[in-house]
């Protein structure tokens, strides 16, 4: 018998996950699902618990390495039916994990809201830039959140306080829970002015970035130690601007950007990985740390080598 037994209609088995990410590479998930509402959610959350049946979300791929050889367990997207609703209240938004990001932006843009214009040109969802604190040099989703509630993987549901969410830079507490919507407080603005600044970053974020390649953004975390520059920088610094494995290079617009081309793998971007990670380590002293996410590799396959 099939531990998914019942959920027939929403589960699938051995679907290919690399059109579902922006370096479109990578194999198949075990098991994949859109669960069409809330209760099919918690009650597909609750079987694959007893079953032990290792759960994990997907948003829109904009963050995500998967291995080759594909995920084990259950992959969970969000359709955009059930998960992706935005109301507000005066400036209280209400808003669906399986909500665009970019269209949040715009949408409460539109509404003369201002807050989170900071976040023009990051792609994905809701739900993901909640998990990972979404943001850049204009400022961070976390900033704006008053409450996020969801799952516990075991399906249990949680609601959180922003003091519970721990948002930190490119963090958060919220770990392996599941995002299903989130509460925010904007300000009140001015339609013309949030234009323009969106109009503004998006043109400086095109200008130093390679906005349409297939990448998933910034690869590492910028090292918070003093006298170390931003990850970008000291890749560039280290002459490692366009190396190449296979058909992964690194960018030459903003080195830390990986970026594939047509016949790249997965097993090429982790090449390239611990390349960069290896030479920042023996040359720099410094460990670098991913902002990317790797789904699928044995512990320790994207390390720098001993
Ligand atoms: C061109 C480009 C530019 C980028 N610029 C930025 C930037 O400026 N700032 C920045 O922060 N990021 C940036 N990114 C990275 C990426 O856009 C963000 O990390 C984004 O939040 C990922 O969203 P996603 O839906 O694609 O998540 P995915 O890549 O699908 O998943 C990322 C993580 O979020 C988890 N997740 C997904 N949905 C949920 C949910 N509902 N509940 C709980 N966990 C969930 C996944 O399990 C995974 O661990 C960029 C990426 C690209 C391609």
Redesign the pocket.
């Known amino acids: 018998m099939n531990w998914f037994q019942g959920f027939e209609n929403c589960v699938r088995q051995n679907v290919s996950l690399a059109s579902m990410?922006?370096y479109k590479v990578g194999g198949p998930a075990e098991f994949f699902a859109e669960p069409e509402d809330v209760e099919t959610l918690g009650a597909l959350l609750r079987r694959a618990c007893t079953e032990r049946i290792d759960v994990?979300?997907?948003?829109?791929?904009?963050?995500?390495l998967v291995a080759d050889a594909g995920v084990p367990g259950l992959v969970i997207r969000?359709p955009k039916s059930g998960f992706a609703k935005a109301e507000n209240d005066g400036l209280r938004v209400r808003i669906g994990?399986g909500h665009s990001?970019p269209g949040l932006v715009k949408w409460s843009v539109s509404k003369g809201m201002s807050g989170l214009e900071c976040l023009q040109?990051?792609?994905?969802?809701v739900?993901?830039?909640l998990?990972?604190n979404?943001?850049?040099k204009h400022g961070e989703i976390g900033t704006r959140v008053r409450r996020v509630n969801?799952f516990e993987k075991d399906g249990s549901p949680f609601s959180f306080n922003v003091r519970d969410c721990g948002f930190v830079y490119?963090n958060s507490a919220?770990g392996s829970?599941?995002?299903m919507d989130c509460e925010m407080e904007l300000e009140a603005g001015d339609f013309e002015r949030s234009k323009q600044t969106l109009t503004d970053i998006l043109s400086e974020k095109c200008r130093t970035?390679p906005?349409n390649a297939r990448?998933?953004?910034?690869v590492f975390k910028n090292p918070k130690i003093l006298g170390v520059p931003p990850a970008g920088r000291l890749i560039d610094e280290m002459g490692l601007k366009s190396a190449r494995v296979g058909g992964a290079f690194v960018s030459a617009k903003h080195a830390n950007f990986l970026v594939c081309e047509n016949g790249a793998t997965a097993r090429d971007l982790v090449e390239l990985i611990r390349l960069i990670r290896t030479r920042a380590l023996n040359e720099r002293g410094v460990k670098l740390e991913l902002e990317v996410?790797a789904w699928g590799f044995p512990a320790g396959a994207l390390n720098a080598v001993a």
């Open positions: 990410t922006t994990r979300l997907l948003g829109h791929g904009t963050n995500l969000l994990a990001l040109g990051v792609p994905g969802t739900g993901a830039a998990r990972m979404a943001g850049g969801g490119r919220l829970r599941i995002v970035q906005m990448s998933a953004g910034c996410e």
